[in-house]
């Protein structure tokens, strides 16, 4: 089966991929704090560039380009491997990577409804969820005894190796060619993003995961402080409440791989269970308690992060997919990057918990913003799943 050899290198680069990030995290570290920052930031520039990754993925074969970033991928962390740059170097390679890594996601999430039937697609992108979120789950701690089993060059060249891997599984994927004629790259990315902005039920997906993100991941710098001055928490603690969050978005794909569910009802009960977590986690007095709430939280997010593709898919129309999930892309990074910027001013004005109990309500209010998408894929459903239009070629 066509959507197994996608699994199966997605699976592989996850698990290099969460390897390869720690690696960086620890080998900035050497450089100071600001160089943490500044490679982290390097790291997510990029996805910016969402929407032009999507017009590609929609005028390219999806097969090759996947394949070529892969490929470029295993060629940034091999010359990390061998050369060990100084700073500036790794900054610049940093974002080769991270380049690569954008053009990729929506021509992987695009090929998905060309490897499987219509009424498959939420079960395909739970598989991928499950593959996405082990590296989550495991890919810090085994990057983390790399680093310390055979320093940075180690964990690059592993991570090398899995792009590389990756990029081979690929080449026994059918063609996945793109249908109709096309203008150039600007017009098709500003025609990506006039159908999204048109769209009722597209625009409500992308506009209501900015709006989940932007508050939902205030917990990312609202944890630590809640842990460590709140509940005078350990750095182990700290950690185990953290990875509660990403075992439960395991949970959540691993649950969603299993029978057939309306994609509607889906999404309603995943940004529920993110704003009772993120609630819960500022209400509960123990820490056991809040990694509890936190692996709710986490669940909710999973759900949310399966049924989102799933609603895209079923929403768009083949041709336009790719810029889709650019725009999707995008309005996630876009909602990190303003968690970012007001979670330390709701920390400091309202104490952690204050911050957790506006960032689930935040999640609440992307439920509401959701609400025409939903109503666009009742009808869908109800009219008997994806929108066939411009199929892909395939041989």
Known sequence: ????????????????????????VLYAATHGVAAVSLVLLAVALP???????????????????????ETGQAAVFLALAVFLPPL???????????????AFVPAGRSAVPSL?????LGRANALLGLAVNIQVAVGPT?????????GARLAFAVNAVTFAVSALILTRLPALRPAGDHSG???????G??????????????????????????DNVALVFLVSDEMHGSAAEFGFTQAAFGVGMLVAAGLLTIGQRSAVALLIGGLVLSASGTVATALVPTLLAVAAAQLVAGMGNGVENVTTETLVQRLTPRHMLGRVFGAVATAAQLGSAVAYVI?????????????????????????????????AAVRTEAGGGPRPDAEVTRS
């Open 193 to 218: 993003l006039r159908f999204v902005a048109r769209s009722p039920g597209p625009r409500a997906l992308v506009l209501s995961l900015f709006v989940a993100v932007s508050f939902a991941a205030v």
């Open 116 to 120: 499987v039937a219509g009424r498959d």
């Open 185 to 191: 790259l600007w017009a098709e990315t500003l025609a």
């Open 343 to 375: 979670a330390g001013p709701l920390v400091a004005a309202l104490g952690p918990r204050g911050a957790f109990l506006v960032a689930g309500a935040g999640c609440g209010l992307a439920l509401v913003v959701a609400v025409p998408a939903l109503r």
């Open 142 to 150: 085994v990057g983390g005894l790399a680093v310390e089993l055979g």
């Open 47 to 69: 996805r910016f560039l969402g929407p032009v990754a999507g017009a590609l993925a929609d005028r390219l074969d999806q097969r090759r380009l996947m394949a070529v970033c």
């Open 1 to 24: 089966m066509a959507f197994r050899v996608l699994w199966w290198s997605r699976a592989v680069s996850f698990a290099g991929e969460g390897i390869g990030r720690t690696a960086l």
């Open 88 to 102: 500036p170097v790794l900054v610049a390679l940093v974002l080769v990577s991270g380049a690569f890594a954008t």
